[in-house]
């Protein structure tokens, strides 16, 4: 009775440790085709810390991103279906056994604030994720010595069909978030958001305090000093300044929205978030953006220019990239600087397309989804891009869900009954055989 009562009580923790794999990689691989661009930028700043800054430039970001995500989603998928048991747990546990040493390093030496294994969904500190890879790593380590008590949601049968489904499934999504822009938008500049009310600071609220360190080098040594006791000592070369959060205060979601006008130098934020319509063509190097779309851009422009709206190119690139850019694509349109992180996390593409109306975010577009001349037809107010739509998050999330579960039950339902056919003709009734015989 005893090792019954153990036996049941390893058969419960083991798959307690299944389920947990299985919803934190599922999750953890699902934002990340959910905004490849987002972990781009994260892998990004991982080579600049490892001083791979070279590879930025080229399409290994963007690989590790989508490997990144199919390899968790799949895994996931195969620990909440319990398909491949043995290999999925020793994959689970070596993913585990590389991520968690990396996740230690981050929290102790903190070269990058959010490691971003959950992109902008979840942000956790350096540390937090430490913890909950070691979690993950001891849950890793049960599921593998037992991964027999795994049990299973899909027959044998049907397990090959599952585990493909899942990774052309992720696959797929990634591609399309890629190409277009993320389905689900956790950042302070999604459609609805209102700029001018995330800018504000309630009263009251305590600041965060900031001091900057100044870095001086003199006879070959190194020197930190701040505002109140700066040298005066000539001799003193700087070397480098970094500002460090000393107190933790309130912090408004959108702080560095800030678009100067290159043609005059003027602030021109208010002007913009107190307009009725403008487009914003969003690019933070204009050096690397797609060309592919410029005649689209030139119409919205042209419409811009009917309709009595302002547009705006704006972006971090120099005054020379600008003007290779208008040489390249005739832009006539103004250009406008912002901060390139800012860029970054207002659109996923380069370049995007942002339509804002009195400071609130209506629609976006990325570079292959440009409106054309049949849908800006007229005043925006009488137009359906001119409308901000209603689409709930639960709304998204069912959606979602559909287009996972019912593609794959159909394609199951599909099989089970070519199954049942090849079994029919395989196996003929013993009185057909018998009437068979008597005609020959």
Request: net charge negative; proline share 4%.
């Amino acid at each position: 009775m005893e090792n019954k009562y153990i036996h049941r009580v390893v058969y419960v923790g083991v798959n307690v440790c299944r389920f947990l794999l299985a919803v934190v990689f599922l999750f953890s691989g699902f934002v990340k085709a959910n905004d490849p661009m987002g972990t781009v930028y994260k892998v990004q700043d991982y080579f600049e810390v490892w001083g791979l800054a070279g590879w930025n430039s080229g399409f290994v970001p963007y690989l590790i991103a989508w490997i990144m995500a199919v390899v968790e989603f799949t895994l996931g998928s195969y620990m909440l279906f319990g398909i491949r048991r043995r290999l999925a747990s020793i994959s689970c546990l070596l993913f585990m056994v590389v991520m968690t040493p990396l996740t230690l390093w981050l929290a102790v030496a903190n070269p990058i604030s959010d490691c971003g294994c959950f992109g902008d969904a979840i942000h956790l500190s350096n540390w937090d994720t430490f913890w909950k890879n070691i979690v993950l790593l001891l849950a890793s380590i049960v599921v593998v010595f037992r991964s027999r008590s795994i049990f299973k949601l899909v027959t044998d049968k049907m397990d090959w069909l599952v585990a493909m489904y899942s990774t052309v499934f992720i696959f797929l999504f990634t591609y399309f978030t890629l190409s277009h822009l993320p389905v689900f938008d956790f950042r302070p500049y999604h459609l609805g958001a209102d700029i001018k009310a995330g800018m504000e600071i309630p009263d009251g609220v305590k600041l965060p305090v900031y001091e900057t360190i100044f870095t001086y080098q003199k006879d070959g040594i190194q020197k930190e000093f701040t505002i109140d006791n700066f040298p005066t000592d000539s001799t003193w070369k700087f070397v480098e300044s970094k500002t460090i959060l000393k107190e933790a205060g309130y912090e408004p979601p959108i702080k560095d929205f800030v678009v100067i006008s290159n043609d005059d130098g003027f602030d021109i934020t208010d002007e913009i978030l107190n307009s009725d319509y403008v487009f914003l063509l969003v690019s933070p190097w204009l050096e690397n953006a797609d060309d592919s779309s410029m005649d689209l851009i030139n119409e919205v422009y042209d419409y811009s220019l009917d309709y009595g709206y302002r547009f705006y190119c704006v972006t971090a690139s120099s005054d020379e990239a600008i003007s290779r850019w208008q040489d390249y694509t005739g832009a006539e349109y103004p250009f406008a600087t912002m901060d390139e992180i800012t860029l970054k996390t207002i659109i996923r593409s380069n370049p995007g397309l942002v339509l804002l109306k009195n400071g609130r975010v209506i629609k976006k577009w990325s570079n292959f989804s440009f409106p054309d001349e049949y849908q800006l037809s007229g005043p925006l107010d009488e137009l359906p891009i001119g409308q901000l739509e209603d689409d709930t998050m639960l709304s998204k999330v069912t959606e979602m869900l559909a287009w996972f579960f019912g593609p794959l039950i159909l394609f199951i339902m599909i099989d089970l009954l070519w199954l049942s056919i090849h079994r029919k003709k395989k196996f003929v009734p013993a009185s057909e055989q018998g009437s068979s015989d008597k005609k020959n």
